[in-house]
């Protein structure tokens, strides 16, 4: 597998065009604001930016805003545990994400309907122990959800990750710098 071939996923909590201009189209966002009142107005302007340049955009914890913008999916954090994500009719390529720290959290997922999973963290990142690729070998028998890494991934380890059984990555410093081609 080349790095081409792995989905690209970037965790952004503020819009500024003159950054997204630069990415690689086959980048998705993901719209992940550390407030918890959501700025609607700033989701707004980057929904019609994105639908403007074609890049995917999906929304954290927000199924509902999601689904009336008519973005391309939602995100579920891991602390989110609510399972009423599963009464919402979705679109055909809506897509639901989660992410799980630990196998009790991947099964919340699961539960929650949710097609790709952001395993975090894989590789060391500022003081968090990392899960490993290594550990991460009992995520890959279960072959009903992609398998996304997340954190602390950069290009000195995304060769372990096109080794692994891994089908994408979610970053955030990655982008920022100079995203993968």
């Known amino acids: 597998m080349h790095i081409s071939q792995l989905k690209k ?12 201009k630069d990415l690689d189209k086959n980048v998705t966002l993901i719209w992940r604001s550390k407030d918890k009142n959501d700025d609607k107005k700033t989701i707004y302007k980057l929904a019609n930016y994105c639908k403007k340049n074609k890049i995917n955009l999906i929304l954290s914890n ?4 999601a689904l ?10 891991s602390y989110n545990k609510n399972m009423r994500f599963n009464c919402f009719q979705y679109k055909k390529n809506f897509k ?5 720290h630990n196998l009790l959290e991947v099964n919340i997922k699961k539960l929650q309907k949710v097609k790709e999973i952001f395993i975090s963290p894989i590789f060391k990142y500022k003081k968090r122990s990392p899960l490993g690729v290594h550990k991460c070998k009992y995520f890959f028998h279960d072959k009903s959800y992609e398998k996304i890494a997340l954190g602390g991934v950069d290009f ?15 970053a955030i410093g990655l982008f920022k710098k100079k995203g993968p081609k």
Request: net charge positive; hydrophobic share 45%; aromatic share 14%.
């Open 9 to 20: 996923y970037y965790f952004i909590d503020d819009f500024n065009p003159i950054h997204l």
């Open 62 to 65: 927000n199924i509902k805003l």
């Open 68 to 77: 009336k913008l008519n973005l391309n999916g939602a995100y579920i954090s």
């Open 96 to 100: 639901l994400l989660g992410s799980a």
């Open 156 to 170: 000195k380890n995304i060769n372990l990750l096109l080794l692994s059984k891994f089908t994408g990555l979610g």
